[in-house]
């Protein structure tokens, strides 16, 4: 398995961004995936995950109503969507994934991720 993300860079307070992981090796149909970052000194935060089979979308109370999930299979790719952006977003944004089916209510779990690619940095500063 293999995840390289990609997209983050420096913006300002309210700006929007995207940011990718292409993934390879692995199923979706067999594998959860999420975006998890992490700020400097501070434990790793679990932002949105999409849920194999189903591919329902779920959403940490933390970005609900301000980043959104997407994936397109067809060049086997995750996104996400950062509007609103503010400085306390800043951080390295992770692509995760896992095979084992722990179910939805363990996503913000970090522990669950088998699988983990090498981050992007975003800095929201004026």
């Known amino acids: 398995v293999q995840l390289v993300e990609s997209g983050g860079g420096l913006v300002q307070p309210g700006d929007s961004l995207t940011i990718s992981c292409q993934f390879s090796g692995l199923s979706i149909e067999t594998y959860d995936m999420s975006w998890v970052r992490q700020a400097p000194g501070k434990a790793p935060e679990w932002l949105s995950a999409i849920h194999r089979g189903d591919g329902s979308i779920h959403y940490g109370n933390n970005v609900k109503g301000r980043f959104t999930l997407s994936r397109d299979n067809a060049v086997k790719t995750l996104f996400l969507h950062m509007n609103s952006l503010r400085p306390e977003d800043t951080g390295v944004y992770y692509c995760?994934?896992?095979?084992?089916?722990?179910?939805?209510?363990?996503?913000?779990?970090?522990?669950?991720?088998?699988?983990w690619g090498q981050g992007t940095q975003v800095t929201v500063s004026s």
């Open positions: 995760a994934a896992t095979a084992v089916p722990y179910g939805s209510s363990w996503f913000p779990d970090p522990r669950m991720y088998d699988f």
